[in-house]
């Protein structure tokens, strides 16, 4: 079974930048599609961006498009999620999730992935 921990979450005031980190026990980050996520309070979670760890191909909600740059990192095993140009709105719990279909599209519906991490809090206040 694989576990998921992110981490690299915190407080920080609007137009600054933080980097999310998901790490996995013993993955190869080519096997997996992987997938970031957040939920704030009262609403449903959506998928903020993703990447296809066999080529590295990335997908980006609309929302995050230009300020959010997601990468991943073989040799550390690690997938990060950079925001830059945070806004109050981008305040939520940020999951990350991985399924094991390394040659389709990834996704940013929650539906096909099968491993999540617990989440990190971002919230961007003055």
């Known amino acids: 079974q694989l576990q998921l921990v992110e981490s690299g979450g915190g407080l920080v005031q609007p137009g600054e930048s933080l980097r999310l980190s998901c790490t996995g026990h013993?993955?190869?980050?080519?096997?997996?599609?992987i997938g970031w996520f957040r939920q704030a309070p009262g609403k449903e979670r959506e998928g903020v961006s993703c990447?296809?760890?066999?080529?590295?191909?990335?997908r980006y909600a609309d929302s995050v498009d230009g300020r959010f740059t997601i990468s991943m990192d073989n040799a550390k095993k690690t997938v990060y999620l950079t925001l830059n140009s945070l806004r109050p709105e981008d305040t939520a719990v940020y999951y990350c999730a991985a399924d094991l279909r390394p040659f389709d599209q990834c996704a940013l519906i929650t539906n096909p992935y099968n491993y999540w991490g617990q989440g990190t809090q971002v919230t961007v206040s003055s």
């Open positions: 990447i296809r760890g066999s080529d590295g191909d990335t």
């Open positions: 013993g993955w190869s980050l080519e096997v997996y599609r």
